[in-house]
Structures are given as C-alpha cells and as structure tokens.
C-alpha cells in the first residue's frame, strides 16, 4: 500500500506542481552556540530545527545551498535588512522565512533564543524572536 506522502507527491506530479512548493521555504541562516556545550551540540540543534520546521510545515532549505549562494554573493553573510534578505530569498528560490538560532549553555542549563525574520519589505524584517531559558 502506497504511503499518504507518496500519494500526494504521485497527484501533485500528475498536476505539473512539484512537490516543495506545497511547503513553504524557510532558510536556517546560522545556529551559534556558545559557552560550555559540546561540540557535537550545534550538529544536533540544527537537525533538532530542521526536523521542527519540517513538522510545523515548512520545507527547509539545505544548508549546502545557502553556502552557494553566499559564495556568489559574499556581502549577505550576516544579512538581516528585508532589503538583503529579498535578495537571499529571490536566490534561495521564494524563501518566505529565515531563522537564525544561539544557544548558550552553562552545565545542564541551556538558553535558547530563535529569531525569525522575513524579506518583506515594511515588516523591519524580524517578525518574531522567541528565547527559552
């Protein structure tokens, strides 16, 4: 029996939509850790927030394809303007939400603080920012 994922992408063919343009796309631009958390904690967060986006129903863009389009155009690195992040969206492919992750540790206590920001001009180009202590 076929799957309801593989259902839904055999329809979605057959009426000429691909299916990532079902989800919309969100970019994770970085996840910084800092303090005295392992190393192999930033690997983890960011499959952790990769998989969260994906359930929330998003579809994230790999990271691979943000360091191309960085090398290309190397002065949106650290870009949070709606200006810049139109352009980083434009080459992402329609992106419509960019996050950007830091995680302090001390011992077993973590702080997390999630910022969201979109490319629409007029919104100042954060929408939301979420910390968790």
Request: charged share 20%; with cysteine.
């Given at each position: 029996?076929?799957?309801?994922?593989?259902?839904?992408?055999?329809?979605?063919?057959?009426?000429?939509?691909?299916?990532?343009?079902?989800?919309?796309?969100?970019?994770?631009?970085?996840?910084?850790?800092?303090?005295?958390?392992?190393?192999?904690?930033?690997?983890?967060?960011?499959?952790?927030?990769?998989?969260?986006?994906?359930?929330?129903?998003?579809a994230v863009v790999?990271?691979?394809?943000?360091?191309?389009?960085?090398?290309?155009?190397?002065?949106l690195s650290n870009?949070?303007?709606?200006?810049?992040?139109?352009?980083?969206?434009?080459?992402?492919?329609?992106?419509?939400?960019?996050?950007?992750?830091?995680?302090?540790?001390?011992?077993?206590?973590?702080?997390?603080?999630?910022?969201?920001?979109?490319?629409?001009?007029?919104?100042?180009?954060?929408?939301?920012?979420?910390?968790?202590?």
């Open positions: 029996m076929l799957g309801l994922g593989v259902v839904l992408g055999l329809l979605l063919a057959a009426r000429g939509v691909r299916a990532e343009e079902v989800r919309p796309r969100v970019v994770v631009l970085d996840v910084t850790v800092s303090g005295d958390a392992p190393r192999e904690l930033k690997k983890s967060l960011v499959a952790s927030l990769g998989g969260g986006l994906y359930a929330a129903g998003w790999p990271p691979e394809k943000l360091k191309e389009a960085l090398v290309t155009a190397p002065e870009c949070t303007t709606p200006t810049c992040l139109e352009t980083l969206a434009v080459m992402l492919g329609d992106t419509r939400l960019f996050v950007r992750a830091r995680i302090t540790a001390a011992g077993a206590a973590y702080n997390i603080e999630l910022e969201l920001l979109t490319p629409t001009a007029g919104s100042g180009g954060a929408v939301a920012r979420i910390e968790q202590g």
